[in-house]
Nanobody, 119 residues
Framework: QVQLVESGGGLVQPGGSLTLSCAASGFTFSTYIVGWYRQAPGKERELVASFTSSGGVTSYADSVKGRFTISRDNAKNTVYLQMNALKPEDTAIYYC????????????WGPGTQVTVSS
């Protein structure tokens, strides 16, 4: 059974840091493209950062460039999102998504983890 579980969210002050983790199970990690998305209240879900099918990082949302870093540990089937210099506008539910390489209609979402940036 395919499962994605995010963790690491929480409440942090502006300027602080958090590291999110997405643990994957039930599928061959290397055959999926894994990325991070977020959805703020009243807004559409948006891509934050993702890997390409070859394993490279495809892009970051302009709003997080230079502050967020996506990485992965294939041995642990885990993808991370290091978030630095957090801003109140980064407040959202952060989701992990795994998309089957070359079969974009096959994808899975995790339940999400809440990140709140507030003083």
């Amino acid at each position: 059974q395919v499962q994605l579980v995010e963790s690491g969210g929480g409440l942090v002050q502006p300027g602080g840091s958090l590291t999110l983790s997405c643990a994957a199970s039930g599928f061959t990690f290397s055959t999926y493209i894994v990325g991070w998305y977020r959805q703020a209240p009243g807004k559409e879900r948006e891509l934050v950062a993702s890997f390409t099918s070859s394993g490279g990082v495809t892009s970051y949302a302009d709003s997080v460039k230079g502050r967020f870093t996506i990485s992965r540990d294939n041995a642990k089937n885990t993808v991370y999102l290091q978030m630095n210099a957090l801003k109140p506008e980064d407040t959202a539910i952060y989701y992990c998504k795994a998309t089957r390489k070359f079969f974009s209609s096959i994808y899975y979402w995790g339940p999400g983890t809440q990140v709140t940036v507030s003083s």
